[in-house]
């Protein structure tokens, strides 16, 4: 039996489910909506922060949801967009391997823990970022240095003055 399953629409076209891109996106939909009931019954106090400590939780929650939704929209609709019939293939198999994308993220959080109180949350967050892109295909560093500094950098921001946190400074000490 197929894992697809073929369902007429009332206009005569046929679309196809795709079951596990369908569970991936379900299964980020349940993510998202356990993560908001958590967040929802957090305590309302900000404390000595602008910001309550529900507000990223429930965004975190959000963004699941949109994403979740979206992906089981597209596995009902044909299955995922821009996605080459050898992914969905590979996908598929329990073979599948991917060592130096492995080897590449893995560099990336190991560089980020030890770099981290040395070079500052940014620097070290973009250096993460440029690694774990490398692992993923890229072969554009400084562009990928360029992306993690425009991600890392209102993140700190967002928790050194919205929550109140203290993150390892900007840049380290030594510049």
Known sequence: MSLHTSIEANMGTT???HFRQLAIGVFLLIVGAVLAYGAKHFPVDKGYSILGPHVFPMAIAGYLFLVG???????????????DADDDADAGGAKVSNKAGTFWVSCGILVEALLITQIGFVLASSILFALAARGFGSKRPLRDVGIGLGL????????????????????????
């Open 69 to 83: 939704s979206l992906l089981s929209w597209q596995a009902v609709s044909g299955g995922f967009h821009n996605l």
């Open 152 to 175: 890392t950098l209102p993140l700190f921001w967002l928790f050194t003055s919205g929550l109140g946190l203290a993150l390892p400074s900007l840049v380290g000490p030594w510049i």
């Open 15 to 17: 679309s196809r489910i």
